[in-house]
């Protein structure tokens, strides 16, 4: 059975940087793009940054690009999110998700298996 424990979520304040990290278990996970998503209170899950199997591939919301980054370690079946210079409006609760194919979608659907999520908060 495939299970995704995220970590690394908090209280920060405007401007500071968060590191979340997903460990995979029970899967086939270099096989598999892996995805972050988010959820704030009120609002649909929403799409964060997604990365290929082998990690030559990455995709980002239009509202993260280049503030954050996606990286995976196949090797430890981990998948990251480097979040930089953080704003108010990035307070949800991030995702970790296993795409159902190796390429990565957009979309909730498209991924087949999901963390239990990590609360980022941040203050103005």
């Known amino acids: 059975q495939v299970r995704l424990v995220e970590s690394g979520g908090g209280l920060v304040q405007a401007g500071d940087s968060l590191r979340l990290s997903c460990v995979a278990s029970?899967?086939?996970?270099?096989?598999?793009?892996m995805g972050w998503f988010r959820q704030a209170p009120g609002k649909e899950r929403e799409f964060v940054a997604a990365?290929?199997?082998?990690?030559?591939?990455?995709y980002y919301a239009d509202s993260v690009k280049g503030r954050c980054t996606i990286s995976r370690d196949n090797a430890k079946n981990t998948v990251s999110l480097q979040m930089n210079s953080l704003k108010p409006e990035d307070t949800a609760v991030y995702y970790c998700?296993?795409?159902?194919?190796?390429?990565?979608?957009?979309?909730?659907?498209?991924?087949?298996?999901w963390g239990q999520g990590t609360q980022v908060t941040v203050s103005s």
């Open positions: 029970g899967g086939a996970f270099r096989h598999y793009a």
């Open positions: 990365i290929s199997w082998s990690g030559g591939n990455t």
């Open positions: 998700a296993r795409s159902r194919t190796a390429y990565y979608g957009l979309k909730v659907d498209q991924y087949a298996y």
